[in-house]
């Protein structure tokens, strides 16, 4: 399989999880600019089983953010 078809680690790189088969629109617009058009991308942070045991994950608000 590759690389491509994985969700990789934000911390090491490694292999995540296998993406192939997730099909959410929102999910797909983080990687695939024409559904991006058409769909807000979700954030998403991942981290592998290894970084899992001494890492986690933070989610916060963006500094950025104008509504």
Same mark, same amino acid.
């Given at each position: ?6 969700? %990789?680690?934000?911390?090491?790189? /490694? ?7 997730? +099909? ?6 983080? *990687?695939? *600019? /024409?559904?991006? /058009? ?5 954030? $998403?942070?991942?981290?592998? +089983?290894?970084?899992? %045991?001494?890492?986690?994950? $933070? $989610?916060?608000? /963006? ?5």
């Amino acid at each position: 399989m590759a690389s491509s078809d994985y969700k %990789l680690c934000d911390n090491c790189g /490694r292999k995540a999880f296998y993406d192939a088969v997730v +099909e959410d629109p929102h999910y797909v617009a983080t *990687y695939d *600019y /024409r559904v991006a /058009r058409e769909w807000n991308p979700i954030g $998403i942070a991942v981290l592998c +089983e290894h970084c899992n %045991l001494t890492h986690k994950v $933070i $989610i916060v608000e /963006r500094a950025d953010y104008v509504e």
